[in-house]
Structures are given as structure tokens and as C-alpha cells.
């Protein structure tokens, strides 16, 4: 029993698949529910329910597959129902990872429209450096090519992502020459750095003003793609 992340129920499917597991792995996500069946590590039956609407086979596998949030509980040596899957395994994990980098890729903005929106904040807080989108440890976009500027930053997202579920929505830290801060939204984060002698009182401006557009409109399209 767990939690889906950022990488939805792929990594469960491809496990159960190494490991030549039977059962059915239950999943729940707000109002929508759904079953994927396996035997000896193939995949043979998925079903999904939302609003009393149901649908089955590789439909509803792809729909499941879209899901990055809500709970699964894998239920051993169930028998599936009946057969709606029979593509081989190779061709459905290979769908299933297209389909997963489609999604990543179509939800995060550009480093482009990223560097639009720093720019726009320079205005106010020239000590400005960076701007990031993160979706848990995963850095989606971001503004700078400085490499060691690029891993320092890395490296506050994953201490960040270690702590428990209690952590803030927003976190700033001073390191030296360095300042952060991580403005966080559901599974998305916008990800300021700034030079050491920027006001906290700036860097906080910039991160609200970055949470409406960076991780609002980010949102948007995210829950419009899995609609």
C-alpha cells in the first residue's frame, strides 16, 4: 500500500513485470478508481470508474497511467475478471513511457517563457539569478546554464524533497553568496535563486509573483491534459 508521485503507477507496472507478479494493483484518485490485473508479470485486464462511467482495456490503463497523485494497494494472486489487454508487455511499457514524457513535457513551460518571467521580476529585484519549475526532485525547465549555480540549486530541491509531508509551502535559505527560495504548488514548485544580499522581503515578492505565473498557469494546463 502507498502513494503515487510525479511518476504515477508506471514504475509499479514495470516492477510487477520484472518480478513476473500476479494480482491486481487498486488505485484510488480523488472520485476516479481503478484496477490493472496481472498475471506472471503481464498485463491483462484494467478497468477505471469515475461518476458511475466506466471504462476498460488499454483506455482505461491509459487514463490510470495519467495519474500523479492518490493512493494504490497491491492485492496478490487475484484472478482478472476477464481479458482486455493483449498487447505484449514491451509494446505497452513503451507506450506507457511516451505517453508519461509527453505529459511532463507538454505541463512545464519553457525556458523561454521562464526567462519572460524573470526578466519581468528583474525589474523589481535586480539580484535576481535564476528562475526553476520543479515537479518533486525533477527539474522541468529553468533559466540558468551556469553549472555549478544549476547543481547548488539541485541540491536545496533535494534536501527540500527529503523532508517529511510537514515542510512548507515556502522555504527561503541563505547560503553564503547564494539565496533561495522555493515556492511550492501540490506536485509543482517555482524555484528562485538570488544573490546573498537580496532583501528576504524581495525574494518573497518575486516568489508570490512567480507562483501566479509560472505554477498557476502550469497547473492549468496540467489538470486540462489529463481532463
Given at each position: 500500500m502507498g502513494r503515487l508521485d510525479r511518476r504515477g503507477s508506471l514504475p509499479l507496472?514495470?516492477?510487477?513485470?520484472?518480478?513476473?507478479?500476479?494480482?491486481?494493483?487498486?488505485?484510488?484518485?480523488?472520485?476516479?478508481?481503478?484496477?490493472?490485473?496481472?498475471?506472471?508479470?503481464?498485463?491483462?485486464?484494467?478497468?477505471?470508474?469515475?461518476?458511475?462511467?466506466?471504462?476498460?482495456?488499454?483506455?482505461?490503463?491509459?487514463?490510470?497511467?495519467?495519474?500523479?497523485?492518490?493512493?494504490?494497494?497491491?492485492?496478490p494472486?487475484?484472478?482478472?475478471?476477464?481479458?482486455?489487454?493483449?498487447?505484449?508487455?514491451?509494446?505497452?511499457?513503451?507506450?506507457?513511457?511516451r505517453s508519461a514524457e509527453g505529459e511532463r513535457r507538454e505541463s512545464a513551460p519553457s525556458a523561454r517563457g521562464l526567462s519572460e518571467v524573470l526578466q519581468a521580476l528583474r525589474e523589481r529585484v535586480p539580484?535576481?539569478?535564476?528562475?526553476?519549475?520543479?515537479?518533486?526532485?525533477?527539474?522541468?525547465?529553468?533559466?540558468?546554464?551556469?553549472?555549478?549555480?544549476?547543481?547548488?540549486?539541485?541540491?536545496?530541491?533535494?534536501?527540500?524533497?527529503?523532508?517529511?509531508?510537514?515542510?512548507?509551502?515556502?522555504?527561503?535559505?541563505?547560503?553564503g553568496d547564494h539565496a533561495l527560495l522555493i515556492v511550492k504548488k501540490g506536485r509543482l514548485a517555482a524555484v528562485l535563486s538570488a544573490r546573498g544580499a537580496t532583501a528576504p522581503e524581495a525574494l518573497l515578492w518575486a516568489g508570490e509573483e512567480a507562483q501566479k505565473e509560472v505554477l498557476d498557469r502550469s497547473d492549468e494546463v496540467s489538470v486540462a491534459g489529463n481532463s
Open positions: 507496472v514495470e516492477s510487477a513485470h520484472h518480478h513476473e507478479w500476479s494480482g491486481v494493483i487498486r488505485l484510488r484518485n480523488g472520485r476516479m478508481v481503478g484496477a490493472v490485473w496481472m498475471v506472471k508479470g503481464h498485463l491483462v485486464h484494467a478497468v477505471m470508474l469515475q461518476d458511475g462511467a466506466q471504462i476498460e482495456g488499454v483506455s482505461a490503463l491509459e487514463s490510470i497511467s495519467a495519474w500523479r497523485e492518490g493512493t494504490y494497494f497491491l492485492d494472486n487475484a484472478l482478472p475478471p476477464a481479458r482486455t489487454i493483449r498487447l505484449g508487455m514491451a509494446d505497452v511499457l513503451s507506450a506507457l513511457r539580484g535576481l539569478e535564476s528562475l526553476s519549475l520543479s515537479r518533486g526532485i525533477t527539474v522541468e525547465a529553468t533559466t540558468t546554464a551556469d553549472a555549478a549555480e544549476r547543481e547548488w540549486v539541485n541540491g536545496q530541491i533535494r534536501r527540500y524533497c527529503d523532508e517529511d509531508e510537514s515542510m512548507p509551502e515556502r522555504l527561503f535559505v541563505q547560503d
